[in-house]
Each structure stands twice: as C-alpha cells, then as structure tokens.
C-alpha cells in the first residue's frame, strides 16, 4: 500500500475512487454559467468592428475603447477554438479507449510554452504512435495545464481500473508559475525533464537525445510496461519523426511570405530601450520589422507588457519589446531565467544623463545615438536602417550567426518604418489624442 500512494492518484479512496470508475454524466440542477461560444464571440468582434468603422473616425476615445475590448474579445476566441480543440482530441482519446482493444493507458504531456512541447509530443508519438498526426494521438495528449492530479480524476475513468495514466511534464527556467510542484515529480507515474534534455545541434545528438529518453521513460514507467515497450524500431521512428519536425519547420521558414526571417535555435528577447516613448518609434519600428513586420509594438513599463491601447500581452509572445525602463540590470535579472538571451538596443539623445552608457560595452547591449536611426530622406532611411542592421547583427553575432541575410531583413525594416511614416501623417489630421496601436 506504501508503495502504490507513490503514484499520483493512489490515494484517491473510498467513494471519490468509485466515481473515478465511470464516467460522470449527470449535470448538477439549478442555474449555471453559460460560457461563451465561438459564435458568440465572433459575432461580438463583428458588431465592435461596425461601431468602430462608424464611430471610430468621430469619437476617438470612444475608438480606442472599442479596440480595447474587441482585443479581448479575440483572444478569447481564440481561446475558445483552442478548448474546443483540445476537448475534441479528448474525446477522441475516450472513445479508443472504450474500444474493446483499447490501451489501458494515456499518456499526458504537460508543457508549457518554450519548453520542448513540439519536440517532446513527437518524440512521444514516435515511440508509442507513429501513425498520428501532430498533436492528434489517440495514446497522447498534450496540454499547458499544470493541475495534475485533476487531470488524473479527468482521465482515469477512461483507461479502466487496471489501466494508468502517465504524465511526462517539460519544464524550462526557474519560475514556479511556469513548473509543478517539485514534489509531484516524485510520484512514479511521472517523469518530469528540463527543456535542456531534449535540445540536439546534429542528429548524432538527435539520436542520443532520443535513446536517453526513451531509456528514462522505460526506467520511470517500467513497473507498468515491462522491461521491452520499445524496439530498436521504435526509436528510429522517433528520430525520422522529429528530423521531419526539422524540416518542416526549415521549410516554413523559407517560404515565409515576408521575406527571410531571422531564425536562430536560441531563445531570445530584445529591448528597445530609450529614455521617453518616441512620438515616431523609429528604432523600434526598424527591429519589429526585421522579426515580427505584421505585428503589433509592445511596451514594458517595469511590470507588464502592453499594446499603446492598453491592451496587456504576454511578452513571450513577442520579439521586440520598447521600454523607457533605463535599469537594463533590473530587466535583465526579470527575464533571463525566461529567455536563453536578454538583449538590449537603446537609443539616446546627444548629452543623454539618464542612461549608464558604460553598459554599452557588455555582449548583450548596443547603443545608438539618434543621428545613427534619424532621417530625413528615403535613402537616407535605406542607408541608416543598413547601418543599424549590420551593427545589431554584428553585436549579436553569437546568439544569430554569422549568415545572417542583411538584405531580406533591410527589405522589411525600411517597409514597417514607411508604413510608421504613413500612419504619422494620418495621425496628424485627427485630434491630438489620437494613436496607431500597431507602430506604437
């Protein structure tokens, strides 16, 4: 009995067990919150898209509320599609498993974002499911919830009393509201790895990557599976698996609508760092072209990240951030354990105080006077965003490389900067309190 609480769930008893037997159906009477549909919500971006088109150019505070909730709203479609999503693959999963051939397990892979979770969910699929899509195994379900022991109540019922439910959880950095708790790795019915464990630069460590674990998996899992689930074969199709993830993703890049798109295999972030918001982020807008040229710009006020509308935005979900936060040591030690890189381009006023230039010299810092970005022609635009771009990649050469293609990013750093210019002039006829949210 000591031996079978290790596992997660074990403890469950008495009658919260027998209901784990078979799946609850009834719904609890009286009055309950409807959720929004994705119907609704779409018909809701709809009706605040007509009130912004007819009111937007008269009344611009009432625009850039509307903007602001209609921001939300879809987010939370997307949210809902993403639900409905991952409940269809559910129900998947418990249809196969009443099937009378059916698994007496489910696998669980616990990740969050920037934590191996697309390597990790083909590296599982190619071991026990090679046949299945990304994300579609009816053996695994792949999910950011971190509440394991509800899961195990959610799925249990489905593999039957002899069957289990397993959880591999990755991990990256050191925050607790991105991890489990530490003491849930110890059940044996859970294998928790670090983002580290499943990196590879070649496919010799593409392969070694693949047998270290799959040999924890069988080492952590073995007193359900026995000594022999995976064969020789099964690991070769775990590696064609991932090297297909590869090249898919290489291809993706390469065909990238806009033009080449600087990748590296390192996680990273940079901030625009200047002393005041600029009226025409320039700077900004040249690097947000370069990564990110459709999307919107994002400031970082010390505690968190958002659009010029106010709307708040995980800064993970971006590229470039701009901050008038001139404590680089301060941001530094917010983000490093989140990214592998912390990179900082600040821009200055000639006879600037407010910034400690001396933090130009380290490795992850580069500085600009404004007469390096400022211009005042289009070459001159062409001429400066090169100079800026050669002295970004130049400084930075250790987390991007050194083939970076300068002219593909130059195309699209001029583009977002015109395209800033344009709005300018439109912002310029209307009233004083009147905003672009997506050049800042």
């Given amino acids: ?52 088109s007819d009111w937007g150019a008269v009344h611009v505070p009432l625009k850039l509320a509307l903007q602001g909730y209609q921001s939300l709203v879809q987010q939370a479609h997307q949210a809902v599609l993403q639900a409905h999503q991952a409940a269809s693959n559910i129900e ?20 969050q974002p920037h934590s191996g979770s697309a390597v990790l969910n083909n590296l599982l699929s190619g071991l026990l499911d090679d046949d299945a899509e990304y994300k579609k195994s009816t053996l695994v379900t792949i999910t950011p919830r971190l509440d394991l022991l509800d899961m195990y109540k959610e799925f249990k019922p489905n593999v039957g009393d002899g069957g289990e439910v397993f959880f591999v959880v990755s991990s990256r950095g050191t925050d607790p509201a991105t991890r489990v708790a530490p003491a849930s790795c110890d059940f044996n019915n859970v294998l928790c790895i670090e983002y ?37 074969r099964n690991r070769v199709d775990a590696v064609k698996r991932i090297q297909a993830l590869d090249s898919a993703v290489a291809s993706l890049k390469r ?71 001139l404590e680089l040591m301060s941001i530094y030690k917010q983000f490093r354990a989140q990214f592998d890189n912390v990179l900082f381009v600040v821009g200055f006023d000639e006879g600037e105080t407010r910034i400690d230039l001396s933090l130009c010299e380290y490795d992850n810092v580069i500085c600009f006077g404004s007469h390096e970005y400022q211009y005042n022609s289009e070459a001159e635009l062409e001429d400066k965003a090169k100079h800026i ?47 672009d949210s997506k050049f800042g």
């Avoid at 998947?92 to 990740?111: E, F, G, L, N």
């Avoid at 392969?207 to 689930?229: C, E, H, I, T």
């Avoid at 002295?391 to 001029?414: C, H, M, P, Q, W």
Wanted: aromatic residues 8%; charged residues 25%; negative net charge.
């Fill in 1 to 52: 009995q000591n031996e079978s609480r290790r596992r997660l769930g074990a403890g469950i008893l008495g009658q919260e067990a027998e209901n784990l037997k078979t799946p609850i159906r009834t719904q609890r009477s009286g009055p309950t919150e409807r959720p929004y549909t994705p119907d609704m919500l779409k018909s809701m971006d709809e009706m605040l898209s007509r009130l912004i």
């Fill in 92 to 111: 998947t999963a418990i249809d196969m498993a009443k099937a009378p051939d059916a698994p007496r397990y489910h696998i669980v892979q616990s990740s």
């Fill in 196 to 232: 580290e464990e499943l990196m590879y630069a070649n496919s010799d460590e593409l392969q070694k990557m693949v047998n270290n674990f799959a040999d924890n998996f069988m080492s952590r899992f073995g007193y359900f599976f026995g000594p022999s689930l995976f064969s020789e």
């Fill in 255 to 325: 065909e990238s609508k806009n033009g080449p798109a600087i990748t590296t295999d390192k996680s990273f972030h940079i901030f625009q760092v200047c002393p005041e918001r600029p009226a025409a982020p320039v700077l900004a807008n040249m690097l947000q072209g370069i990564f990110e040229p459709d999307q919107y710009l994002v400031n970082f006020d010390g505690k968190v990240a958002s659009r010029v509308d106010g709307t708040e935005v995980p800064i993970e979900s971006t590229f470039v951030t701009q901050t008038d936060v």
């Fill in 389 to 435: 771009l050669q002295k970004v990649f130049g400084r930075f050469e250790y987390v991007f490389g050194s083939t970076v293609d300068i002219s593909g990013a130059l195309a699209n750093a001029v583009k977002r900067v015109r395209q800033m210019d344009e709005a300018a002039t439109r912002l310029a006829s209307q009233s004083s309190l009147a905003t």
